[in-house]
């Protein structure tokens, strides 16, 4: 499995970005997804996450209200928007998928697959 993320870049805060992750495999593979980031000097740490099916999603405290997850499943994709970013939001993000159900959704150790990562820079 292979999985595509793209988006990120520099913008202002206040400002806004959409984050995309595409799979080389169909959706119906998959149980769940996420997306996870990493600032300079810190751990890697659980920014949002949704199911296959259905409309439950997870949320860091740090981004509620501010970002929202959502996806595609006819094109494999999931996405991040990213609204109101601040500084603090500054880091690489990492999507992820798991087929295995279980696990929490908040934990790295419940995925099995990732991205690259694409880094977001917001600036103040």
């Known amino acids: 499995v292979q999985l595509q993320a793209s988006g990120g870049g520099l913008v202002q805060a206040g400002g806004s970005l959409r984050l995309s992750c595409v799979a080389s495999?169909?959706?119906?593979?998959?149980?769940?997804m996420a997306w996870f980031r990493q600032a300079p000097g810190k751990e890697r740490e659980f920014v949002s996450a949704?199911?296959?099916?259905?409309?439950?999603?997870y949320y860091a405290d740090s981004v509620k209200g501010r970002f929202a997850i959502s996806r595609d499943n006819a094109k494999n994709t999931v996405y991040l928007q990213m609204n109101s970013l601040k500084p603090d939001d500054t880091a690489v993000y990492y999507c992820a998928f798991r087929k295995d159900y279980s696990g929490s959704a908040y934990e790295l150790r419940s995925y099995e697959y990732w991205g690259q990562g694409t880094l977001v820079t917001v600036s103040s």
């Open positions: 495999e169909r959706f119906d593979a998959f149980y769940g």
């Open positions: 949704t199911r296959r099916a259905g409309t439950t999603a």
